[in-house]
T-cell receptor, first 114, second 109 residues
Framework: DTGVSQDPRHKITKRGQNVTFRCDPI?????LYWYRQTLGQGPEFLTY????????KSRLLSDRFSAERPKGSFSTLEIQRTEQGDSAMYLC????????????FGPGTRLTVL | AQRVTQPEKLLSVFKGAPVELKCNYS??????LFWYVQYSRQRLQLLLR??SRESIKGFTADLNKGETSFHLKKPFAQEEDSAMYYC???????????FGKGTLLTVNP
């Protein structure tokens, strides 16, 4: 286990299609975060899991977005009926879960909606 | 509300010159401040955090609560310091990070 992994690294889809991204955190990391980054911006928080429980969702996360973390291991982020405005880099991060600890980031999934 | 401001989008210095990347924050409570760095074609990684008070790769940052700032400094910049730098804040119970827009540092030979 060499770090947080994300799959796929790139996804091109047509408007209206559904897409799903996967994140595998570092083993034994209890917390998992999803962020979104658009051009010229820093990453923006989307949602956060403590083990399998989704504890917070940003207002950025519309009803078309859903995230899961079954069994507290890997996580999936699904976007339904994609829109061009969903084009962004989707980043996953994980941390041990000890107070405010270091978040380790994955390489990201770049989504392009045509 | 949490907010992080990095006023410089781009910063260019010559090798050996001092460098300071500015970061100001807004948060009503007691924040945790971080600097993350992203080198070309690499993932985002932690550079330093204020509570550790460490110097990493020659960089230091001091939290100034009076000025609500957490500027990143290095006395002698190196070419390998060229990267995108993000200041980030964590506050509250969910431990999420609020990032600034980033500063692209270029160190010229």
């Amino acid at each position: 286990d060499t770090g947080v992994s994300q799959d796929p690294r790139h996804k091109i889809t047509k408007r209206g299609q559904n897409v799903t991204f996967r994140c595998d955190p570092i083993s034994e990391h209890n917390r998992l975060y999803w962020y979104r980054q658009t051009l010229g911006q820093g990453p923006e928080f989307l949602t956060y899991f403590q083990n399998e429980a989704q504890l917070e969702k940003s207002r950025l996360l519309s009803d078309r977005f859903s995230a899961e973390r079954p069994k507290g291991s890997f996580s999936t982020l699904e976007i339904q009926r994609t829109e061009q405005g969903d084009s962004a880099m989707y980043l996953c991060a994980s941390s041990l879960g000890l107070a405010v600890d270091e978040q380790f980031f994955g390489p990201g999934t770049r989504l392009t909606v045509l | 509300a949490q907010r992080v401001t990095q006023p410089e989008k781009l910063l260019s210095v010559f090798k050996g010159a001092p460098v300071e990347l500015k970061c100001n924050y807004s948060y009503s409570g007691s924040p945790e401040l971080f600097w993350y760095v992203q080198y070309s074609r690499q993932r985002l990684q932690l550079l330093l955090r204020h509570i550790s008070r460490e110097s990493i790769k020659g960089f230091t940052a001091d939290l100034n609560k009076g000025e609500t700032s957490f500027h990143l400094k290095k006395p002698f910049a190196q070419e390998e310091d060229s990267a995108m730098y993000y200041c980030a804040l964590s506050g509250g119970s969910n431990y999420k990070l609020t990032f600034g827009k980033g500063t692209l540092l270029t160190v010229n030979p």
